[in-house]
């Protein structure tokens, strides 16, 4: 266990939180939640003693262990597996099978874990430092949105290891359904006071909310209250038989002070821009398409399907299968091998890509990057964009690159708000997102009248959103007609 005491910190004359009383206890898995710059990342720094405070201390047991999910990614072995097993010394150096075992959990073929973890994608990388925090055993597991980068097959697997899990936990995930199916406690930072309930995170904010509700009744009840009496002090006050009750009166207002209304936070409430689809055909016809980097590998094989004006469809299957590659396909971005993609010349799409995050211009604001999109659009549109994506108008002035990748995911959304489609494609959204900001999107992607093709991972977007699949599973690719629990109940996975 730990706890801390009175913890404070600001930066730059701003306060981020103050007075922090936190006692994590024996086998407590914390689910820890807070909208986007809150100060969740901050705590962590904090813990792992990567910033001081202000004031206030942590209290750690002697040779407790803290291990944290590194981001920085720096190898020194030859092998995956190598890397992974350096972490064991003394009495545990035999224990290399416990590697072996979590990498396969994780996704690793043996083939791969003998090779150079260098030779690997950043998202795999990542992988290979979990492995490396999850063999170490560690007396707390600080995971700050461990998902990321993982597949459908690796979250379930790390959703059942942290619920065998007998030690502490202390989760940061856009991942409700991931989050609640393991934490026994939720932390939650709210206009920066913490307060630590037990069981998930279902209802937790609607109560805070009612509560606000309720307090700022009070405040409005209390201040028509306070008017009333000051008015009567300004009448009665000056007469001389009342002078007694008017200073009494008086004194009883400055005891009890003037309560201000809570201010309303900001959400991300958005819909996307939907262009009426004129035409009974379909919107993309896809047929036998083909594609590969190596010949012998192919990604895509013979693959045809149709994409209706009014089809959800979820793109599904374990990283590294070609899931982007087929969106990046039908957006021009790659050349088939072969086979047809034919889009409708009434179909105007949005897409949402990971590695346009990586495209947007860093020296540009957010008000110019969002407004490039569609110079044309005048400046009340793109602010009032701006606005929708929690981006006020001092914020709109930020620079890209000073942005957190939860704003920057931000401004990619916005930019497709800009302009009308009739068909989204969205390639893991919700990265980098926090709880809220999932919810308005899931919202704003059900009540979208087009259609939708999205790669994810997170399998309650997937029940939420899917009437259709298109599945990377057992080293091909084929398409369902119906939504996710259908498919589990009728095909199942083969790749686990």
């Not at 009383?21 to 086998?27: E, L, P, S, T």
């Not at 994780?106 to 990388?125: A, I, R, V």
């Not at 971005?333 to 949005?350: A, E, F, R, V």
């Not at 110079?375 to 620079?399: A, D, I, N």
């Amino acid at each position: 266990m730990f706890k801390t005491q009175g913890l404070e910190i600001s930066f730059s004359g701003q306060e981020i939180f103050k007075d922090v009383n936190v006692i994590i206890n024996k086998k407590e898995k914390v689910g820890f939640i807070g909208r986007n710059g809150s100060g969740k990342s901050t705590f962590l720094k904090l813990i792992l003693g990567q910033l001081e405070p202000d004031s206030g201390e942590i209290i750690i047991p002697k040779g407790y262990k803290i291990g944290h999910l590194e981001q920085h990614i720096k190898f020194t072995h030859n092998t995956v597996l190598e890397e992974v097993c350096s972490i064991l010394t003394g009495d545990r150096e035999y224990e290399g099978w416990k590697g072996e075992s979590i990498l396969t959990g994780l996704g690793f073929t043996y083939d791969e874990m003998m090779k150079d973890p260098n030779d690997f994608s950043g998202g795999f990388q990542v992988k290979i430092n979990l492995a490396k925090l999850l063999l170490d055993e560690p007396n707390m597991l600080l995971l700050d949105e461990p998902t990321n980068y993982l597949d459908i097959h690796s979250i379930r697997w790390l959703k059942k290891f942290l619920n065998d899990w007998r030690q502490e936990v202390i989760l940061i995930t856009h991942d409700r359904e991931f989050m609640n199916s393991v934490i026994s406690h939720t932390l939650n930072i709210h206009r920066g006071i913490f307060k630590k309930t037990s069981g998930n995170t279902e209802n937790v904010m609607e109560k805070i909310l009612e509560e606000e509700e309720i307090y700022n009744k009070r405040v409005l009840n209390e201040s028509k209250k306070r008017a009333k009496t000051e008015e009567w002090i300004k009448r009665f006050g000056s007469k001389a038989s009342m002078a007694s009750r008017a200073q009494s009166k008086l004194k009883m207002l400055e005891k009890n002070g003037k309560k201000e209304k809570l201010a309303a936070i900001t959400n991300l409430d958005f819909k996307f821009n939907y262009l009426p689809y004129q035409s009974k055909e379909n919107l993309l016809n896809i047929k036998k398409l083909n594609f590969y980097y190596k010949e012998e590998n192919y990604l895509i094989k013979d693959i045809s399907f149709s994409i209706k004006k009014t089809d959800k469809i979820c793109v599904i299957g374990k990283n590294g299968k070609g899931k982007s590659t087929l969106l990046k396909l039908i957006t021009n971005d790659l050349i088939p091998k072969s086979g047809d993609i034919n889009m409708n010349q009434k179909t105007n799409y949005g897409y949402f890509g990971q590695m346009n995050i990586d495209r947007l211009n860093p020296n540009n604001s957010v008000y110019q990057e969002i407004q490039s999109y569609v110079p044309e659009m005048e400046e009340t549109k793109v602010r009032q964009v701006c606005g929708c994506m929690m981006f006020s108008s001092k914020l709109s002035s930020k620079p890209i690159k000073v942005l957190s990748g939860g704003e920057k995911s931000r401004v990619m959304l916005g930019k497709i708000l800009l302009k009308p489609t009739n068909l989204l494609m969205l390639d893991e959204p919700t990265n980098h997102l926090d709880l809220d900001s999932c919810e308005s999107l899931l919202q704003a992607i059900k009540a979208f009248n087009g259609a939708v093709m999205m790669v994810t991972h997170d399998e309650y977007f997937l029940r939420q959103v899917a009437n259709k699949l298109v599945v990377f599973d057992d080293n091909k690719v084929t398409v369902f007609d119906g939504s996710y629990d259908d498919f589990l109940s009728k095909v199942g996975w083969k790749d686990e």
